[in-house]
């Protein structure tokens, strides 16, 4: 008897088999040939024959018997039962076991299995009716003869594990097995049709994918050729489409792009939402994309630049020069940013402008002035109805580059409310670690601001949140002296305003003089925005009289100047004529330079009650009773008539904002000159902050202050000793003309001018 172990095949009784001789010789001694007997062992897992052992074998396997062998030697081997192994052994490559036969529980009868078999063809016959094999497979299945034998031929298709064969071997129960078989095979016949069904889904998905991909080809294709026939007519999408593709945007810009255009092919022109798909995709494609190279920097052409647009500014270029030799030298685009804080009309917008011209790159001035919301730094998002981008995006898209110099206006001005801290914003727009992928919301994809040039304006530094002045390095513009705005008038804004109205250079001259009067007379300003205005009047209403004919020339002289600009003066406080006790002249700052500031005060018969007029802050209100305390202790014999008096503190000039410590020493110097009875000669002129001990405090604003005295014809001035260093801001032509005295206590103003 020859033993065979086999793996993972369903053995059945009464089946016919197919094996190569092969297969069935080396594991017995006994020899394949008709009629041999052969007992085939259930092997539990694939396994290589020098390693199997007994307890590899399933219990139950089947006994058969060759029937014939070809001349091919093909085996045929017919099953007949199932056994019960024992006994088996394995010694060098050979096997013998014992088998009993297992009976079966014979619980179905014929005629009902006979009806299963028969209903199992029917459902296989059906099934392989669809298929182009189906012909085949028809008399295949119409050979079967039993139940098993039906069960062994679809083996292979059925989804059974090995396990899965064994135990429809094993099972005793006749009407289980079969229930078992009939239950594989209509499985099987499930499973089929639903793949066939979801193979059959997906082949008719795939064939509408190719053919709208067909259909849009062609479309594109015809639109294509009509856009020709007639360019005025092309479709926005086309256009866009144009655009986005020669924009150079990085990838994410693109895709979002694309989303918008598609968005916008879909909703066709009637949509709603049409208006909003093309603002987004013409701003997008109006930004300028692609990176320009840094172009090598000439310095002296960009020192040329600067010098032939700004009159003076001196320091303030150089350290300009210093930032685009840094620049250069880094290969950078961009440096640290710079603040420029000033008055107005001092400079520091057209300087960023000259800036540009100097390192060939567009300009852009974005104003700050009264932004508070967060959005109009980073625009809104694109749900928001009449969603526009921040002003930041807006700027840039203005500039067409992407490397522009942009000026950021006013930075001073930014406020904060509910809806966000724009500063914080902007904190993000400047910082370099950040700034490569500015993200603006109604953009909505990142774009990079790491080449931009960022230089900033302010009146003040004041309001600036410390966060945002922290970023930045702070350029004082001190303003201009009176020679340096006859300079920038006479060099700058004259040419510029003849040049703006048609004038030509031979038609209107105005005369030194003139210039001068309009400067000292006409204007009170720090800066040179007032005197360009009215440079540009006195050319308009030059362009009036030249159009009437009634002159071919003009000359435009000190005495005639009224007739161009009418009587405008505007009365700066001049320098006192007379001297009288508890009058002192101070100084002030204001946005529009210095001015000169007179201190009254008054002894009245009353109660020693004190009366402060003149509109003082309060700041300004303690400096009086902080300069009233000292001057108590300082002379306590005649502080005793403030006791029987009321003391009466004046401060004129309404226009001059009244808010702050610098008045101090002016104060403490009245108040003593009123009860001493020693007037202080009106050459002199002070600002300092006092403390409660005496000592003199520096203050701010000390060269516009200084210009200011000058300009009143005062001669000496007390400054605080910590000042010093500020002289250097200080005009020479300022300082020719004063004596300037630094003081530590306020004793030593008093010793001097009340002596
Ligand atoms: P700011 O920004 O400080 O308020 P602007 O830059 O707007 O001042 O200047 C106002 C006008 O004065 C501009 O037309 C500018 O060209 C001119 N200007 C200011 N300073 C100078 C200067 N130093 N030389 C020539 N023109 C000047």
Known sequence: ??????????????????????????????????????????????????????????????????????????????????VDISD???????????????????????????????????????FVQGYQWGVWARSYILQRKSMNDLACSLTDYLNLTAEEKYQILAQDSRRQQCEMIAQAIYEFIEISNVSAEAQNAQKDDQEQLYREIAIKKQIDYLQRELDEMHPENVSDVRRFEKKINDSGMNEEAYKEAMKVLNRMKQEGNESHEYGMLYDYLDFMTSLSWKQPSSSPIDLEKAQKVLDEDHHGLKKVKERIIQQIAVMDLNKKQSGSILLFVGAPGTGKTSIGQSIARALDRAYVRISLGGVRDEAEIRGHRRTYIGAMPGRIMEGIKRSGSSNPVVVLDEVDKLSRDYSGDPSSALLEVLDPEQNFSFTDHYLNVPYDLSNVLFVCTANSTDTIPEPLLNRMEVISFQGYTALEKFQIGKKHLLPKAMEATGIKKDMLKVTDAAMRRMIDEYTMESGVRSLKKLIDTLCRSAAVKLV?????????????????????????????????????????????????????????????????????????????????????????????????????????????PKDGPSAGITLVTALASLITGKAVDTEYAMTGEVSLRGGVMPIGGLPEKLMAAQRAGITKVFIPYDNIEDLEEVADEVKEKLEIIPVRKVTEVLNRVLA
């Open 1 to 82: 008897m020859i033993v065979r172990p086999i793996h993972n095949i369903l053995l059945l009784p009464d089946v016919t088999y197919y094996f190569k001789k092969d297969f069935l010789v080396n594991w017995s001694d006994s020899p394949v040939e008709s009629g041999q007997d052969i007992l085939f062992l259930l092997l539990q897992e694939d396994k290589k024959a020098q390693k199997l052992a007994p307890e590899d074998f399933y219990p139950i396997g089947i006994s058969a018997c060759i029937e014939s062998i070809d001349d091919e030697d093909n085996v045929q081997v017919r099953t007949m039962e199932r």
């Open 88 to 126: 088996i052994e394995i010694k060098d490559g050979k096997m013998t076991a014992d088998a009993a036969i297992r009976g079966e529980i014979d619980d179905f009868p014929r005629e009902d299995e006979k009806l299963l078999f028969d209903q199992l063809r029917r459902a296989l016959l059906k």
């Open 548 to 656: 009437k004919k009634e002159q071919t020339t003009l000359t435009v002289t000190k005495d005639n100047l009224s007739e161009f600009l009418g009587h405008q003066h505007i009365y700066h406080d001049k320098k006192l004529k007379t001297k009288i006790p508890g009058v002192v002249t101070g100084l002030a700052w204001t946005s529009a330079g210095g001015e000169i500031l007179f201190i009254e005060s008054k002894l009245m018969e009353g109660k020693g009650e004190l009366i402060i007029t003149g509109q003082l802050g309060d700041v300004m209100k303690e400096s009086v009773r902080i300069a009233l305390s000292l001057v108590r202790s300082m002379y306590p014999q005649a502080a005793k008539k403030l006791a029987k008096n009321d003391l009466h503190i004046h401060v004129p000039a309404g226009a001059v």
